[in-house]
């Protein structure tokens, strides 16, 4: 069971918005809802923090959503767009954690989050109470896209009926090239509707979720312009925070193959398949989302 906050702590845990000095950088988050303290860490690298409200988990936990830095209203780093490796996110995690002052946290990553998180979990572990690798997967690089290519193709097979289904193709193509805050908006935008497990059969909900979304430029290269390329499938074996991974079933990008290597690699983990979802199963599946976060995280706090 967590201790109790301090006062300073609580202010600093306040619902709204709140920033303050990491390393000369300005850190922004977002607090809702009350319970075991647990943050949230967007993907892409470079989607902006909004996507990953959780209302229906914001009833039961304190969700501290992370504005990655080099998003919204975070500071950039000085070597922006480049510079953005998992250990300068990491980093900016601990800092936050940090601040907030609390000794126990749970961390959520989605996507390119999930990473993050890994990452800062097997290096940073302590003061985690449990881990939470939303859609992640333990590599990127060739492997990784092979996969998510051999996905996207049984994806536009399954829907070849669809209109809409040559921009989100395109969108595809055009991602080996974005140079801009612009042009990582129209293809973040452009691919949405492959991230969902049914997005034109409900497109009334999700195309204002579509068009609400923001994201800025996020070149996935270390400060010296070389990738930051990950494979943590010697690490994974050896992580001791309590983990809880999530995969959609019909999720493109970091789909079940993922979720099972994961969980396989991890020590005790556990693997929750969202039978019907996509990338974005805290939207298309909220409640079930929710309960097992829930039981996960209060199954520990006693």
């Known amino acids: 069971m967590s201790a109790p906050h301090s006062i300073r702590d609580t202010e600093r845990l306040a619902p709204g918005v709140h920033t303050f000095d990491s390393d000369g950088i300005a850190q922004r988050y977002h ?56 250990e300068r996110y990491s980093r900016a995690l601990q800092r936050l954690i940090d601040h907030l002052g609390v000794p126990e946290v749970y961390l959520l990553g989605h996507s390119h989050g999930a990473f993050v998180a890994a990452y800062h979990a097997l290096h940073r572990p302590a003061g985690l109470a449990g881990l939470i690798l939303y859609e992640g997967a333990p590599v990127t690089g060739p492997e990784h896209g092979a996969e998510a290519t051999r996905r ?43 991230y969902f497990a049914d997005y034109w059969g409900e497109e009334e909900r999700w195309a ?21 390329l990950i494979d943590d499938r010697a690490d994974l074996p050896n992580l001791k925070v309590p983990t809880l991974v999530f995969v959609g079933r ?53």
């Open 31 to 86: 607090v809702y809802g009350r319970g075991p303290v647990c943050l949230a860490h967007p993907g892409g690298p470079g989607i902006f923090w909004e996507y990953l409200r959780m209302p229906v988990l914001e009833e039961h936990l304190t969700m501290v959503y992370v504005e990655a830095l080099g998003t919204g209203e975070s500071g950039r780093l000085p070597t922006h767009p480049h510079g953005y490796t998992r």
């Open 152 to 194: 996207i193709q049984e994806f536009a097979a399954a829907h070849a009926d669809r209109p809409g289904l040559t921009e989100v193709v395109a969108a595809f193509a055009a991602m080996q090239n974005i140079s801009s805050d612009e042009q990582t908006l129209a293809v973040a935008r452009g691919i949405l509707p492959s």
């Open 208 to 228: 204002p979720f579509r068009e609400g979304l923001r994201a800025s430029y996020i070149s996935g290269l270390d400060a010296d312009l070389s990738p930051d």
């Open 250 to 302: 019909r999720d493109v990008i970091c789909g079940p193959r993922w979720g099972r290597e994961l969980h396989e690699l991890i020590p005790d983990s556990r693997l929750l398949v969202l039978e019907h979802s996509g990338h974005m199963g805290h939207l298309e599946e909220p409640q079930r989302f929710a309960d097992v976060i829930k039981e996960f995280v209060f199954s520990r706090e006693g």
